[in-house]
């Protein structure tokens, strides 16, 4: 069970939080606008990266609040958590990220 | 190729079982091939095997980062089946089912398919809704599914609790009995020594390090750990890894993937006769020839590489089974493990030509893909040959999630009301 | 009958209580203190078990959890559990254990013949017959193949013990209760960490329990032992568990523990749990479990009475008990000596000291010496023999140039061997450590990686008691500095790996006979032989994983412990690879098999998912409500009377609403309040409705989309102030509701000046339905005017409902005159009390789900979730009314303008009414467009929609159904197909509403 | 009509049987009670009204708004007890004893600066005390209550045995409350008494 730092309520049990999918893809301005290639990327594409990702979480079973974190894909360290509307943090790259 | 046989068995056992050759080479890669599949698990080594046997392309190379069948193949929980519920999903997983009830003899390779009935339980008025869609529909498609009452389920499947204590009791059931399981490694190794046998090189340890296009943005090549091959079409069937392979042509898939966890009981005498899935209070469990229970977890909740997963997670999977079978409480896990799979957001795969020529992609079968392996390789080993898909894989293309043209089981299955 | 084999004094046991058990129905007797391994020895048992392939008989190898093969079964009836290692199951009187994997006895077991025959058996023989007739292997071959295998036979009656769990959390988790590990709680302790220490054995001491002679700190190791631990229990700071093996490692040091709680006792007293599972979240974990001993393989190396060298010294030493008479010790390592001299103090003759290498110079070896025992060098075993037990062995000298030498026999009932010893490095493995090959040791040592996990002791190589210790010392130390910090240092650093380490055989000793006629062991359990290994390769498997699954080596429920490294050095050879580059099979949790009850723990019945009940639910369950489960939800599906069947109720209670009143517990809708000067916008861009000119005091029927366009959910919404709405959801989508409302408003819309507040708990929601249901109301209602002209259809209202502050809706989901009140929850059971006492004289009738599914269907009302799935839009199920035409986005909206969700052949709702009125269809039966005539009756049929709802209404004297068909809309009148098994049925597409179409009802 | 006054019915009356239950030798390991008395509201600072609201609260109560994971209460001049939970970012549960129409009250007193809802039986309030209550919890409270970790004072929105619950540490000996939503407080309590009952428990009117 991963231990998840909630920017409101401290280290979590992960049994509290519900994964919400990759974070900083934001909602189209004007959705009616995009060609529908694009509007299926924003629906579906998705980086999935083996490596570090930033990703969205709701800490459901505790304050209630969406939040970001960057976690290594590889070995599930996190490497930060931050709130909605923050700039997604400088992290190095971690070893072994993207490696096939 | 050495035939398998009692025969064989038998004259080799006077000579120490010395005379027994390599079941596949361990060649250099070649310079080019015809076509390289990228991936050495059953679906990949499937494709080269079809690709040789059905459409004469032998000059075929299996890459494989680590040991052939290491990935899903040798991780899942090896349940058989073709009981969807659209008529694109019956179509494809029955191809396979077809396929897998010759397979030991096509391979000469026993793959031990044992058909003994796969049951999927009701536990709520809506699970029975939707399972008798699911009957009917297989029905209609010619693909076994009947309906059982939960005292039918019992006389099937006799450790099974109906009791009204249960917190979900069980109301009744689906059975498919041509579903059933087989020994997942077998089917590697069969798939890849038929497949040498007709000149397919099987490269392991080669992992693809970049995919070369020319300046048309058509494929050209690929680089790996083992040198540059030059090559007109590329497979991809890396299942767990595919969105970062895809990454290297700078394609960006409709694919997350997640930690998927199974575990096996310690083996026991003949106690449990079928397979038996609960998508409502997640479980799957079944019992190997060697005796062992093997039981499927849930996914964990979260995109992940490292192929481990929460103790929750087989805690809520073991919950479930103890309230299903409650005389396996006293059984013991033996081993527990995970594997990466590929999620689509409509629970589908994806087989077929991508937007960069030459490159095809063979993907996102999320928990399910074994059982589509004989099914998927050979229908994929079509598209790469005639560079246009079967009708059977057609629908599961990938410009689908542009177009909205999903084939949504999951969404389908919906939710309580 | 006392133990023939149990020394007159020393050990770690309790002569004066005396202990009877029974191995197959022979009665025998032990004391406490002992296992099941240590008094079966003491009676001169060897024989326990049967291996797996090809029933070989097999004694006991080892003395701890590495047994491969002295597997029983204990207990009877409900407690009968099966492949228990006799070196773990503590003595208890009146403890029955049978032998397994036999028949019809261990002496004699005719499974044996497999051995016969092994010739035809090799590594992965199942792979390359069996196929023909292909018809033969369901019906032969594989239940041949299934009855052969397994072990012991699965219990047959449900557990009747219990589990228990719980969470713990600590600076320092210690695992291995050795000298190591001791230390490291001592040291850690110290620094003021809160420590956990815990030891799979039933005593903590690890080692140090068969230390009979070595000094501590100038104490006796068992009087170091005993203050340590008094030092230990007296600290509020640490928690020490014995019979607690910690099984697994996971992400973020969560570390798996499974204590045994009543197992060790004579009769386990009634609600106390068997085992607790410990889910313990630790800062820093020391790892200090120790070392596994190697076998050796060589010929026949399995005959019951071969045993590890260090097991023997501990049945000596710890159980006292003599494993043999005479005794013959083959080692590679000079811990063997150590046994073969403790056992010849003992009285045990030592036959002879066989020692691969060419000398032996250690301090043991120069004890033993000492002692005069009969030491060999440079020799090998080349066969043993006895059926039951081992009665001789073989021997042979080696030269310089390998060749082995002329044999000689010896005679002896037990056989010592040593290979050397593995680190136990299974849970530094698992938390994702790195690993390293030790040379010098042919053993993998942990080499950093792994986060806040390191490991102490013999598991990193640091043999010899003094080492161990002070290397749990520099760990404990370390481990509270990174926990505790606050300028706690670390006196102490690490051991270093000494410069003479010595021990290191992986190769099969050598022998003088055909390789293909020997069988040396190298998995026990699985009866996986060296040759075996070599098939592997030579048919081309090269990678261990391949080796690993086609020869089953390292898979049996001892997971490899003893076999792993000995494949591996077989593997490597045969490859004719340096041993790191074959790899090493990933170590998986967990460490020792474990129950899954201690994992489901409490989770059955009630508590295996919590239940949710409204405030009438127990008034329902008195008034003999049968209730369905809708996600946690218990909610009443109907009432019966006396003896009346689902069907007779629902139409009762349907007719009740149509023709006078009913009432209905509709608490388990969700409600949620939206609040603030945004909250209008932020409903436009949530709903396909419009909500910016509904008046306060107005409701409206709402549907919400998925950003992909299909429908999320439904519901009425009330409009109570220009700033205020009281939104409703279905049950089941309640949650998922309020997570995309929050989501939206958290991270797309920000800047919106409005809140969400589920008040779904708060308010007990009591529908009162039918053209009575206003005369009802206004006995219980003074301060709002009910009357049609003051409040219309969809609209709501504040005020009291029998004195209690109360939101009243005038809404239906029937197609009556009804109303929806809402009152504190606390006051619901009263409030419907009141109803029903209001509505007596009118015959008021409650009544439960499936006659709100009916009514909603004859009026052709959706169910989210039963008409619709995840795929279906607004306008599939003819809402399409509801979207807001104006706006110029919502949720979902762009989805609709893709290709695939305006095909014009979607599937549309429709009514649909059988030929037959008495007819029902079947939910989720298919429909298809042409009758299937004899020709084309067989499949497959070109399906164009299905049944999603059907019913038999009461109230039109007919079957009705609601389906979904392909262009539905445009094939009204238009008669279809809905074939059966038992023939197909006709029904004629109608419009979904089948009641009251103009909506006089709901207007009255 | 309004005469005809109902009597309210609090979550866990049908379950709740005063007495020593589960093991009876030696001093119950827990004592426990519902609070029934309590009404409670929630409270969601209005956009960037946070400090105002806190300010409010001050004047009007005399109550630091907390805002971390921690309560504050004060006894009013009219002798109730309020106090102020936090419950998740800018967003509070605010508890007081016996008051009629609560959420009306503190409307008038905070509205302008935040948006408050009546929860007065929306929840459960459940207070536990006794030297085994820590070891109780621990058995479906996944955070770290040793004192080192979760003091008097601290609030956590948590889960117990896979209910959603809000905990808070009333004071040392320890005593704790658990408020839970109605319609789970019985699932709660089942797992709650089967989890005392090795160490008995004692259900009480009150615990003062």
């Known amino acids: 069970m991963l231990l998840i730092d909630c920017p409101f309520c401290g280290k979590r049990p992960e049994l509290e939080f519900r994964y919400a999918g990759e974070a900083h893809i934001a909602r189209p301005a004007d959705p009616s606008g995009l060609g529908d290639e694009a509007w299926g990327r924003f629906l579906y594409g998705r980086g999935n990266p083996r490596g570090m990702h930033a990703e969205r979480w709701r800490h459901l079973n505790g304050c209630g609040r969406f939040f970001n974190a960057l976690r290594d894909t590889t070995d599930d360290r996190f490497a930060a958590t931050y709130k909605i509307g923050e700039e997604r943090p400088m992290v190095a790259e971690p070893q072994g990220a993207r490696k096939a | 190729m050495q035939k398998f046989s009692a025969l064989a068995l038998l004259r080799h056992a006077f000579g120490g079982h010395e005379g027994w050759r390599p079941q596949w080479r361990s060649p250099e890669p070649k310079g080019t091939y015809d076509v390289v599949i990228v991936g050495g698990g059953g679906h990949g080594l499937a494709t080269a095997y079809y690709l040789a046997k059905e459409f004469g392309i032998s000059n075929v190379a299996v890459l494989e980062k680590g040991w052939i069948g290491g990935g899903n193949t040798g991780r899942n929980t090896t349940i058989i089946r073709s009981n969807y519920l659209f008529d694109e999903s019956v179509a494809l997983y029955d191809h396979a089912v077809k396929l897998w009830e010759a397979l030991s003899q096509a391979l000469n390779y026993n793959v031990m398919f044992s058909q003994r009935g796969v049951i999927m339980l009701a536990h709520n008025v809506h699970d029975q809704q939707s399972l008798k869609r699911h009957i009917h529909a297989n029905r209609l498609n010619g693909v076994d599914n009947e309906w059982l009452t939960a005292s039918d389920a019992k006389a099937f499947c006799p450790p099974l609790n109906i009791e009204n204590s249960m917190r979900y009791p069980v109301i009744g059931a689906a059975l498919q009995r041509r579903g059933g399981v087989a020994r997942h490694d077998a089917v590697a190794w069969g798939y890849a020594r038929a497949a040498d046998a007709l000149g397919v090189d099987i490269v392991e340890n080669c992992a693809v390090t970049a995919i070369r296009r020319g300046v048309n943005g058509a494929l050209e090549g690929i680089e790996t750990t083992r040198g540059t091959i030059e090559t007109r079409k590329v497979g991809v069937v890396t299942a767990g890894n595919t969105s970062t392979v895809m990454a290297m042509a700078d394609l960006r898939m409709p694919l997350e993937s997640y930690p998927l966890q199974a575990l096996v009981s310690e083996p026991v005498k003949p106690i449990f006769p079928c397979v038996v899935m609960s998508n409502t209070i997640h479980a799957y469990i079944s019992q190997s020839d060697k005796g062992e229970l093997v039981i499927g977890a849930g996914t964990d909740a979260y995109v992940s590489y490292t192929q481990r997963g929460g103790l929750h997670v087989p805690m809520h999977t073991l919950e479930a089974i103890c309230e299903l079978f409650p005389i396996f409480r006293r059984l013991r896990m033996l081993r527990n493990w995970g594997g990466i799979v590929d999620v689509t957001p409509d629970r589908s795969p994806i087989i077929g030509k991508t937007p960069v020529p030459g490159l095809y992609v063979n993907c996102g079968w999320g928990t399910g893909g074994f059982k589509a392996t004989p099914g998927s390789g050979h229908l994929f080993a079509w598209t790469l040959a005639k560079d246009e898909p079967h009708p059977i894989n057609a629908p599961f293309r990938l410009d689908r999630f542009r177009d909205g043209y999903l084939i949504d089981e999951a969404a389908a299955a919906a939710v309580a009301h | 009958m006392s133990a023939p084999f149990r020394l007159g004094a020393g050990g770690r046991i309790d002569r004066s209580r005396k202990l009877r058990f029974w191995l197959d129905r022979k009665a025998y007797e032990g004391v406490a203190g002992d296992t099941l391994a240590s008094a079966l020895l003491a009676n001169g048992v060897h024989l326990v078990g049967r291996s797996f392939k090809y029933h070989r008989p097999r004694g006991i190898m080892a003395a701890g959890s590495d047994e491969p093969n002295a597997l029983v079964s204990v207990g009877s009836g409900s407690r009968f559990t099966p492949n228990l290692r006799a070196t773990q199951v503590e003595l208890t009187d009146g403890l029955v254990a049978q032998s397994q994997n036999r028949w019809p006895s261990l002496g004699r077991d005719f499974g044996a013949l497999n051995d016969v025959f092994s010739p035809l058996f090799p590594a992965g023989f199942y792979y390359k017959t069996f196929m023909w007739p292909k018809s033969a292997w369901k019906r032969i071959y594989e239940p041949k193949i299934r009855a052969m295998a397994g072990l012991g036979r699965a219990p047959t009656l449900p557990d009747s013990d219990t589990y228990t769990q719980r969470y713990a959390h600590c600076d320092a988790l210690i695992v291995g209760a050795g000298p190591a590990g001791i230390a490291a709680a001592l040291a850690a302790e110290a620094h003021g960490a809160r420590v956990i220490l815990c030891d799979e054995q039933a005593e903590l001491g690890g080692s140090l329990l068969a230390e009979t002679k070595a000094t501590i700190d100038g104490k006796e190791a068992s009087a170091w032992l005993s203050d340590a631990l008094s030092r230990l229990s007296h600290s509020p700071n640490v928690r020490w568990l014995s019979r607690t093996t910690a099984f697994g490692c996971f992400p973020h040091n969560m570390v798996g523990l499974a204590e045994r709680l009543t197992d060790h006792l004579p009769s386990p007293s009634e609600g106390r749990p068997r085992e607790r599972l410990w889910q313990v979240r630790a800062k820093e974990v020391v790892l200090a479990t120790g070392a596994l001993e190697r076998p050796l393989v060589f010929p026949d190396n399995d005959r019951p009475g071969i045993m590890l060298a260090d097991a023997a010294r501990q049945y000596l030493a710890r159980y006292a008990v003599k494993p043999g008479t005479r005794v013959v010790v083959v080692t590679a390592h000079d811990q063997a000596y150590r046994a073969a001299t403790e056992l010849a103090e003992a009285g045990v003759e030592i036959a002879a000291i066989l020692d691969i290498r060419q000398d032996a110079s250690g301090s043991w070896a120069e004890q033993a010496r000492g002692a005069g025992l009969h030491i060999l060098s440079s020799t090998t075993i080349c066969a043993t023999s006895g059926r039951h037990r081992v009665s001789s062995v073989e021997i042979a000298p080696v030269g310089r140039d390998g060749k082995v030498g002329p044999r000689s026999r010896l005679a002896c009932d037990l056989v010592l061997m040593c290979g050397g010893f593995t680190p136990a490095i299974h849970l530094f493995s698992q938390a994702r450590g790195k690993l390293r090959f030790e040379e010098r040791l042919n053993a993998f040592l942990p080499d950093g990686g792994a986060e806040g996990v390191r490991c102490a002791g013999a598991s990193r190589g640091i043999f010899g008691l003094d080492a161990a210790i002070a290397d749990g010392v520099a760990a404990g130390e370390a481990a509270a500095r990174d926990a505790v910090g606050g300028g706690v240092e670390a006196a102490h650093s690490p051991v270093p790996l000494p410069k003479d380490l010595d021990g290191r055989r992986l190769d099969p000793l050598p022998h003088d006979r055909s390789p293909h006629r020997v069988k040396a062991f190298v998995d026990f359990q699985n009866d996986v032989t060296a040759k075996d290994v070599k098939l592997a390769v030579r048919e081309g498997f090269r990678s261990i994983e391949h080796i690993k699954r086609y020869t089953t080596t390292g898979m049996a429920t001892d997971q490899g412990k003893t076999s792993n490294m000995n494949a591996l050095g077989i593997a490597a050879s045969a490859l004719d690879k340096p041993l790191p580059d074959v790899g090493l099979t990933t170590f998986r949790m967990p460490y020792t098999p474990v129950t899954f009850g201690t994992f489901a723990g409490v989770a059955r019945g009630e508590l295996f998912d919590p239940v949710r009940v409204t405030p009438t639910h127990d008034w329902a369950s008195a008034h003999g409500a049968v209730f369905e489960d809708v996600g946690q939800w218990k909610r009443a599906r109907y009432f019966p009377l006396k003896d009346e069947d689902m069907h007779r109720a629902v139409a009762r209670e349907c007719q009740a609403v149509r023709q006078s009143v009913g009432v209905f517990d509709a608490s388990t809708l969700g409600k949620i309040e939206i609040v603030g000067p945004d909250a209008a916008e932020f409903m436009n861009r949530i709903y396909v409705n419009p909500w910016s000119r509904l008046e306060p005091g107005r409701c409206r029927y709402g549907v919400m989309l998925r950003e992909d366009g299909s429908i999320l959910d439904d519901g009425v919404v009330g409009r109570l102030a220009a700033d205020r709405f009281h939104v409703t959801t279905t049950t089941g989508g309640a949650a998922q509701v309020l997570n995309h409302m929050e989501d939206f408003l958290q991270t797309e819309w920000s800047g ?253 | 009509m309004a005469d005809l006054l109902v009597r309210p019915r609090a979550a866990l009356a049908d379950v709740l049987r005063n007495g020593r239950h589960g093991a009876s030798d030696g001093a119950p390991g827990l004592i426990l009670c519902e609070r029934t008395e309590l009404s409670a509201a929630t409270l969601i600072a209005r956009k960037g009204q946070a400090r105002a609201l806190a300010e409010l609260v001050k004047s009007a109560y005399g109550i630091d708004l907390p805002s971390t994971p921690r309560f504050a209460g004060n006894q009013l001049p009219d002798g109730r007890f309020l106090v102020f939970l936090w419950a998740g970012f800018e967003q509070w549960l605010a508890l007081i004893e016996g008051a009629q129409e609560f959420e009306r009250e503190l409307t008038l007193g905070l509205g302008k600066r935040a948006s408050i809802a009546d929860q007065s039986d929306a929840r459960a309030v459940l207070r536990l005390r006794g030297p085994k209550a820590r070891e109780v919890l621990a058995k479906g409270i996944a955070i770290d209550l040793h004192p080192r970790a979760f003091k008097t004072g601290d609030v956590a929105l948590t889960l117990a045995a896979h209910i959603g619950v809000q905990l808070w540490q009333v004071d040392e000996t320890p005593t704790y409350e658990i408020a839970v939503a109605r319609s789970l407080a019985k699932s709660l309590w089942a797992w709650l008494s089967a989890s005392a009952a090795e160490y008995g428990y004692e259900v009480v009117g009150e615990i003062r």
Not at chain 3, 826 to 850: C, I, K, M, N
Not at chain 3, 911 to 927: F, H, M, R, Y
Request: net charge negative; charged share 25%; with cysteine.
């Open chain 3, 752 to 1004: 919106l000046d409005c809140w969400l507040t589920s008040t779904t708990e708060q308010w007990a929601v009591i529908a009162v339905q039918g053209p009575d249901s206003r005369k009802i109301l206004e006995r219980l209602v003074d301060d709002i005017d009910l009357s049609a002209a003051a409040m219309p259809h969809m609209s709501v209202r504040e005020g009291h409902v029998c004195g209690v502050p109360a939101r009243v809706f005038r809404v239906s989901f029937t197609g009556e005159l009804g109303f929806e009140i809402n009152v504190p929850a606390d006051h619901g059971r009263a409030v419907w009390q009141a109803v029903l006492d209001a509505g007596f004289s009118r015959s008021l009738t409650p009544y439960g789900t499936e006659a709100m599914h009916v009514m909603r269907a004859e009026k052709g009302y959706i169910i989210v979730g039963q008409d619709t799935d995840g795929t279906v839009t607004a306008d599939d199920v003819g809402l399409s009314w509801a979207i807001g035409k104006t706006k110029k986005d919502f949720v979902g909206k762009r989805s609709l303008a893709r290709p695939a969700l305006s095909d014009p052949g979607r599937k549309q709702l429709v009514g649909l009414v059988t030929e037959d009125p008495e007819l029902v269809l079947e939910e989720g039966a298919q429909i298809i467009a042409e009758e299937p005539t004899a020709s084309h009756r067989s499949a497959p049929h070109k399906m164009i929609g299905h049944v999603t709802s059907s019913y038999f209404s009461a109230t039109l004297g007919r079957g009705i159904a609601l389906a979904m068909v392909a262009g539905g809309r445009r094939r009204m009148g238009e008669t279809l197909y809905v074939p059966m098994p038992e023939g197909s049925i006709k029904a004629v597409v109608t419009n979904p509403v089948f009641l009251d179409p103009e909506g006089k009802r709901l207007d009255a």
